[in-house]
């Protein structure tokens, strides 16, 4: 697909994804017993590619508009999810280069990505008096599990996003801007 196609079908696709993300968390959270809530971030390991298509400003807006839903539909309170993704999107963005030199640090990025997301968005909530402080219960019960799963996620998908996003397997065709 084009960098052009991208520009108009990727914000439909991260919007559906950021549904599929509620739905896959909820029926994770329904088949998990005990207090472990694994954290579906679908959005998150395709925001990790899409920073290869598009320009800074336009993942800035991207992330503006999907932390806007995501605060707005699982959240309830704006500002969480709205500083973070674009902060994410502007990391992901600068260390390009070094993310996409193999397939083991895109798997690198997605925990990295996914364990800042969900520590900065508890504590963010916490500071917001919305979220609890404890910290082992955090990593036991949400972290870990959303861990694994967006692991096993980012695995199944990566050869997927490979294609779509027009990366070489070993990636020795990626160019940098």
């Known amino acids: ?3 052009f196609s991208l520009q108009f079908i990727e914000p ?12 896959l968390t909820q029926v994770l959270g329904h088949l998990m017993s005990g207090p472990y809530l694994p954290v579906s971030h679908l959005v998150l390991i395709f925001l990790i590619y899409a920073v290869t298509c598009h320009r800074q400003s336009y993942l800035v807006f991207l992330g503006i508009f999907l932390g806007l839903v995501y605060d ?19 990391f992901l963005y600068n260390i390009q280069t070094v993310v996409f030199t193999n397939r083991w640090t895109r798997l690198f990025t ?7 997301f969900e520590v900065l968005s508890a504590v963010l909530a916490g500071i917001a008096g919305i979220g609890t402080h404890d910290v082992l219960g955090l990593i036991a019960y949400q972290l ?9 996620f980012a695995l199944l998908l ?9 990366l070489g397997v070993g990636n020795m065709s990626y160019k940098t801007k």
């Open 110 to 116: 997605v925990i990295i990505v996914v364990a800042a």
């Open 1 to 3: 697909m084009s960098r």
């Open 72 to 90: 707005a539909y699982f959240i309830g309170v704006y500002g969480i999810a709205s500083l973070l993704f674009p902060i994410i999107a502007l």
């Open 12 to 23: 439909i696709m991260l919007f559906l994804l950021l549904l599929i993300d509620g739905q």
């Open 158 to 166: 990566q050869a997927a996003l490979e294609r779509l996003y027009k």
């Open 144 to 152: 870990a599990p959303s861990l694994l799963i967006n692991i096993v």
